[in-house]
């Protein structure tokens, strides 16, 4: 498994969110990004996480709610990738496609885009 540290590792992620032109950013509405070592035992291999209500999906009733929450798994990234620099293009994938379900994008057109 590639070694890097969890600062490191969160740094990439922030340097991937950072990437994102400010015309999307802008949009992003009651979101937050965390990183964790680990997914759950039920999906190990899992990249990263979106929980919430996509924006498409907001209604008159949303307000008053915690933010939805995207989560970059470390471990799973590390062990899949052979290179930092294969750290990075993933993480910036995974960060990518975790904010397009933020915006109601789902995984087949995702995956249809190059995002799987």
Do not use: K, Q
Request: hydrophobic content about 35%.
């Amino acid at each position: 498994m590639l070694e890097m540290t969890r600062e490191e590792f969160e740094e990439l992620v922030a340097e991937a969110l950072d990437r994102i032109p400010p015309e999307l950013t802008r949009l992003m509405d009651n979101v937050a990004v965390f990183v964790e070592d680990e997914p759950s035992p039920e999906d190990p291999e899992l990249l990263g996480l979106y929980e919430g209500t996509p924006l498409t999906e907001r209604g008159e009733w949303y307000a008053g709610v915690l933010p939805d929450r995207i989560t970059i798994y470390r471990g799973p990234t590390l062990r899949m990738c052979e290179s930092r620099e294969d750290v990075v293009a993933e993480t910036e994938i995974t960060v990518v496609h975790e904010i397009a379900h933020h915006f109601g994008i789902d995984d087949e057109r995702l995956h249809a885009l190059g995002y799987g």
